[in-house]
């Protein structure tokens, strides 16, 4: 099959799917992803009234870009950009039509489910903003914050903790090491009104979880600490563990495949009784279920038990092959 036909087959699939998102005020999708679609390492996204193509593994070539421009704008007449990420660099580097670039950089506002994000297709950093699949995620603490404290950790631009204080969260503490992420956190709180439920502290995430757990912040063998905001033991509602798949600071090594647990443990030391710490974990050959059974073993380690727990699904935007998504997020309650 051409192209064009893999990504007219996925429009066809997901007619269903886009007039739900019209009918909950959602204006931000993916339209095709192509690794499970037909074309692997292809996504096509929109963005509130912008389409975003993305290639990762091979750039595509200017009569290709000319037919998806045509298609997508039968479907809704936006601009659309086309980042090319396969090689290194390249996504900023690309050129584009003048009218086009200026529009790429300039600041634009989407909708999900009624809440409103900023978004930038084109920026210093690599993402648009908002990462798309974790839609189930920001639902899930739109629905459960209500009157609760909120732990949004490795928060990026707050996604997570904007739709907690949406949902009615009395307070949402937001921490990531990014300025530039917070503040693009910051509009997302203003645009939905909710600034003053909605605390931001830059911070490696290590010494943050750790003093929030009660713990004593240390640092990997032979490296010097930098300086961190000081922060008191607290205990939270809800708790929001997002972690990137792979990085290192000198407070230690995130590594989601042989070390979720250094993060973990911390988290559901900052966990209240009868609270929920969702886990979030993006490598798609780490196994469902015995990272649930690592999960399970390390809260009982802490003397507490998991009295509930809940996948959350990604939405039929993101197929995945055989119902096992990359992206597994469970929301374990805790005694």
Aim: charged share 20%; proline share 4%; net charge neutral.
């Amino acid at each position: 099959m051409s192209l064009l036909s893999h990504l007219e087959q996925a429009i066809t699939t997901r007619q269903q799917f886009m007039s739900r998102a019209e009918q909950t005020s959602t204006d931000c999708y993916r339209l095709f992803h192509g690794t499970v679609e037909g074309e692997k390492g292809l996504n096509i996204d929109r963005y509130g009234d912008a389409w975003l193509i993305q290639s990762f593994h091979q750039s595509l070539t200017d009569e290709e870009i000319s037919l998806l421009r045509k298609r997508l704008q039968q479907i809704n007449d936006f601009p659309v950009v086309y980042n090319d990420r396969s090689q290194g660099h390249s996504r900023i580097n690309n050129s584009l039509a003048d009218s086009s670039q200026q529009f790429a950089q300039s600041e634009q506002t989407m909708a999900e489910n009624g809440i409103l994000f900023t978004s930038k297709l084109r920026h210093e950093g690599q993402d648009p903003l908002l990462f798309l699949d974790m839609r189930i995620g920001r639902e899930y603490m739109r629905a459960h914050a209500s009157d609760k404290t909120v732990l949004n950790l490795f928060s990026y631009t707050c996604g997570i903790g904007t739709a907690a204080a949406v949902g009615g969260a009395k307070r949402v503490v937001n921490v990531d090491f990014s300025s530039f992420a917070l503040e693009a956190g910051r509009k997302n709180a203003q645009l939905n009104n909710v600034e003053n439920t909605c605390e931001f502290i830059q911070s490696d995430a290590f010494p943050a979880l750790r003093q929030l757990a009660g713990l004593k912040v240390g640092g990997r063998r032979n490296q010097r600490l930098p300086k961190y905001p000081k922060l008191p033991a607290t205990q939270f509602d809800l708790v929001f563990l997002d972690p990137p798949r792979y990085a290192k600071s000198p407070f230690g090594i995130v590594d989601l495949i042989n070390d979720y647990q250094s993060l973990f443990k911390p988290a559901v030391l900052a966990t209240a009784e009868c609270g929920t710490v969702v886990c979030c974990n993006n490598v798609a050959k780490v196994d469902k279920q015995e990272w649930y059974q690592q999960l399970v073993r390390c809260v009982e380690k802490q003397g507490r038990k998991v009295v509930q727990s809940q996948w959350l699904d990604c939405h039929k935007d993101f197929p995945s092959f055989d119902n096992n998504h990359p992206l597994k997020i469970v929301a374990l309650t805790l005694d």
